[in-house]
């Protein structure tokens, strides 16, 4: 299950993201449980507000989003959540107290906790099983209301709105579509994992309310299902039902990307630069999935004849010529947990016309831009001007990476969101790893060589997978884009496609078909 599935722990990093409008404090209150030594860094990161980079669009447009099989909408609610009484409101102190600036960001930490609970309930509770989705946990938290309770003199009772931006299959919330969903959280997001533990006859104590592989208490958020056999959950005692609003973001329709600057002169001169990062699985060495699609993307390069100009193990560059331009490709497989992965990643987009990273998010870490500030001894720079396009290709990255990445050409002398020059292609739920070749190529392919839309182009790479292995690709920033295509560069004819149509004219098999597929 680990091989297959990027990160399966999705959204642990960005658990104190919601409380990030305010400081660097607050994301570390929101880590009380114990996280992997390479977490730290992401959970205690404060990302970008994120509500301007993805709700204001450039030139006024209104905010709007693409995704073949996926639904963006704005999610809005009004909920409460149980936390420990703090020693110094005893006696007459009132526990509204707690709504003052001295104990807002401790108090937003907690409901954090409670609000991660929603990736559980947006993957595995019944309603969502077989279309899920996934909250960006960038929304904004505002306290409403702190209350004693009786029968919990030890507990204080705090009601809060919240407002955040969400993507769903298309299932759940249909193509521009205003609509109510139901769900449930945890009343008290510190005590909810005790509460479902169960012994057994001969001893071993399990939790009944989430996964039995995944059983421990480090990532019941996400696992979490009270629907399950044997779950031990009161419903009404331990868990708050969520009515939450959905406002649908409208669908762009017909969009191109901006292929005049792509294909044009965009920095690089006449050459068109592809970064290509691959991460590794488990392991750096030949045999692992990571490296399985590092050697896939190689073999369909060289099957386009690309030529090697730089042959090294895990790096290789290829360069084909074309009569209006070059294509380079920069192809790596990189250990996402060292430097050099790091000094690849922003050496890569800061360079590339078409960057894509295909491997784990490793909890929100491997791409998190403080994280990488932090390590490298220096901030991000993007060229504000070049128009870029991103394609992250791991578990959830609209959740853990949209945003921030969209922060990063934010050009404040121009008054522009950062929307303008970059395109950002993600995911909203788990990405099957071994697919992940097939799904870089197919937008390689259906951007550079065939210049589609947006959304003829996404369509086709959702399509490398099955209907139940969806990750729920998307586009996002794509409002601005141009409606019609540039004829200023021509398409290109696949060396491969020339192949197929001889081996269909001649009636051959054809070994090739999987190459183009999408």
């Not at 107290?97 to 309930?121: C, D, N, P, Y």
């Not at 081996?503 to 597929?517: A, D, F, H, K």
């Amino acid at each position: 299950m680990e091989s297959f599935i990027r990160c399966l722990f999705v959204a642990l990093a960005i658990v104190g993201s919601v409380a990030a409008n305010s400081s660097p404090q607050a994301q570390l209150a929101t880590t009380a449980a114990p996280l992997p030594a390479s977490t730290v860094a992401a959970t205690t990161t404060k990302p970008p507000a994120t509500t301007k980079a993805t709700v204001i669009s450039d030139g006024g447009a209104q905010a709007q989003f693409f995704g073949p099989d996926s639904t963006q909408a704005f999610i809005a609610f009004e909920s409460y959540v149980y936390m420990e009484r703090p020693e110094h409101l005893e006696g007459d102190h009132s526990p509204k107290e707690l709504l003052s600036e001295r104990w807002e960001l401790i108090v937003k930490a907690v409901v954090t906790r409670q609000l991660e609970h929603m990736f559980g309930a947006f993957l595995n509770f019944p309603e969502f099983k077989d279309a899920q989705g996934a909250p960006s946990m960038g929304g904004k938290i505002n306290l409403l209301d702190a209350k004693n309770m009786g029968k919990m003199p030890t507990h204080v009772k705090v009601s809060y709105s919240y407002k955040d931006q969400v993507v769903f299959h298309h299932d759940t919330l249909g193509i521009r579509q205003d609509k109510t969903i139901k769900f449930w959280l945890p009343a008290d997001p510190k005590t909810i994992y005790a509460k479902g533990l169960v012994e057994q006859a001969d001893g071993q104590v399990f939790n009944f309310c989430t996964d039995m592989e995944y059983n421990a208490k480090i990532d019941f958020w996400y696992f979490w299902n009270p629907f399950l056999p044997g779950c031990p959950l009161d419903m009404d005692e331990d868990l708050t039902t969520i009515k939450a609003k959905l406002t649908s973001v409208p669908q762009t329709k017909k969009t191109y990307p901006e292929y005049d600057m792509l294909l044009g002169d965009n920095g690089n001169g006449k050459t068109l630069l592809i970064t290509w990062v691959i991460g590794m699985d488990e392991f750096l060495v030949q045999g692992d999935l990571g490296y399985d699609n590092f050697d896939l993307a190689h073999r369909l390069l060289v099957l386009e004849q690309f030529e090697v100009t730089l042959d090294t193990e895990f790096f290789k560059i290829y360069k084909r010529s074309y009569p209006q331009f070059d294509i380079v490709v920069e192809l790596s497989f990189e250990d996402q947990f060292t430097k050099q992965f790091t000094e690849r990643v922003v050496d890569s987009m800061r360079r590339a016309d078409l960057f894509i990273y295909d491997g784990h998010s490793g909890l929100g870490g491997h791409l998190d831009v403080r994280r990488m500030e932090e390590e490298l001894g220096r901030p991000i720079v993007l060229d504000k001007t070049k128009y870029q396009i991103f394609f992250l290709n791991g578990c959830a990255t609209f959740s853990y990476y949209n945003a921030a990445f969209t922060e990063l050409k934010k050009d404040k002398d121009r008054n522009l969101s950062g929307k303008k020059y970059l395109d950002l292609v993600g995911t909203a739920v788990g990405a099957i790893l071994n697919n992940g070749a097939f799904r870089d190529w197919s937008l390689i392919v259906n951007l550079i060589y065939r210049q589609k839309t947006w959304q003829k182009a996404l369509k086709d790479v959702t399509g490398v997978d099955i209907a139940a292995d969806t990750a729920l690709v998307h586009i996002n920033n794509d409002e601005d884009n141009p409606k019609k295509r540039s004829r200023k560069f021509k398409k290109l004819k696949l060396v491969t496609e020339r192949n197929n149509n001889r081996r269909r004219r001649s009636g051959r098999s054809n070994n090739y078909e999987i190459v183009v597929r999408g």
